[in-house]
């Protein structure tokens, strides 16, 4: 199980490195919902103002099925997800954003569309806009809904080439 503090840490650390950097959890608080509130699946709050410039981090409840979205250490953003179902596990861990793709279409499903793509592996995980069951359902990606996707993909980038 992650502390509070150790995403603080993870956070401090992608904002000195300037790295769009999802991290995964067991639990995460959002200060946009009271205790024991939970959005439906397909909903998200967004309130980028809040810290208008700066890196981002996006912490992923797996148990959850949620995402919150930290600039400069403030949560910006949380919303439901669908991650991986059984037999396709979404790796846990500290990301960086490798590609950003827009209009994507998988290689490896049948040309389905993945819109607002960041991927997170070479081995296929990424960010993108999918379905939303309210459970873990996709093939080890992060479904986010279409809008909170666009939102997303827009205030993040991958990391700097030295």
Request: with cysteine; glycine share 10%.
């Amino acid at each position: 199980m992650i502390t509070r503090r150790q995403v603080l840490q993870g956070i401090a650390a992608t904002t000195i490195l300037g790295l769009g950097c999802p991290l995964w959890a067991s639990k995460a608080a959002s200060h946009f919902l009271k205790p024991g509130e939970k959005l439906k699946p397909g909903e998200y709050v967004w309130e980028p103002e809040l810290s208008p410039e700066g890196s981002v981090a996006i912490l992923v409840s797996l148990p959850e099925q949620m995402a919150h979205v930290y600039r400069n250490g403030l949560e910006i953003g949380v919303t439901t997800v669908s991650t991986g179902r059984k037999g396709h596990r979404t790796p846990t861990g500290v990301f960086m954003i490798l590609q950003k793709d827009k209009h994507h279409h998988s290689s490896i499903y049948h040309n389905a569309s993945m819109p607002n793509t960041q991927r997170l592996t070479w081995g296929g995980v990424c960010l993108h806009a999918g379905g939303l069951p309210g459970y873990p359902s996709s093939h080890g990606c992060v479904h986010l809904p279409l809008e909170f996707s666009a939102k997303l993909f827009e205030i993040s980038h991958p990391p700097l080439k030295i």
